[in-house]
Nanobody, 123 residues
Framework: VQLQASGGGLVQPGGSLRLSCAAS????????MSWFRQAPGKEREFVAA????????VYATSLKGRFTISRDDAKYTVYLQMSYLKPEDTAVYYC?????????????????WGQGTQVTVSS
């Protein structure tokens, strides 16, 4: 599976962005998909994950309520809708895919990664 993340950019505090991650391969629907982020000087951290078929989701506790993960298997795409953005949300956002059914929250649980898209929240 090859992943291509897009949709990042510069946004003011309180604003919104929607990230997209387009996947190659007809087996997309069989992968658990997730988003992670990494700020400068910090470790990569879990943001959200969505199961096969989209029936289950899990979020980082600190982000729940502001971020929403979704997927469109017909378009081989997973999305991350981000609202009420804060400066501390500034990071490179990565999408990742795993053939595991588990909604893993650690980077090591994912086999495939996109190249990342920069999100900067600043006035």
């Amino acid at each position: 599976v090859q992943l291509q993340a897009s949709g990042g950019g510069l946004v003011q505090p309180g604003g919104s962005l929607r990230l997209s991650c387009a996947a190659s391969g007809r087996t997309f629907s069989s992968y658990t998909m997730s988003w992670f982020r990494q700020a400068p000087g910090k470790e990569r951290e879990f943001v959200a994950a969505i199961s096969w078929g989209g029936g289950a989701t899990v979020y980082a506790t600190s982000l729940k309520g502001r971020f929403t993960i979704s997927r469109d298997d017909a378009k081989y795409t997973v999305y991350l809708q981000m609202s009420y953005l804060k400066p501390e949300d500034t990071a490179v956002y990565y999408c990742a895919a795993s053939p595991s059914r588990a909604l893993l929250q650690i980077p090591g649980g994912y086999d495939y990664w996109g190249q990342g898209t920069q999100v900067t929240v600043s006035s």
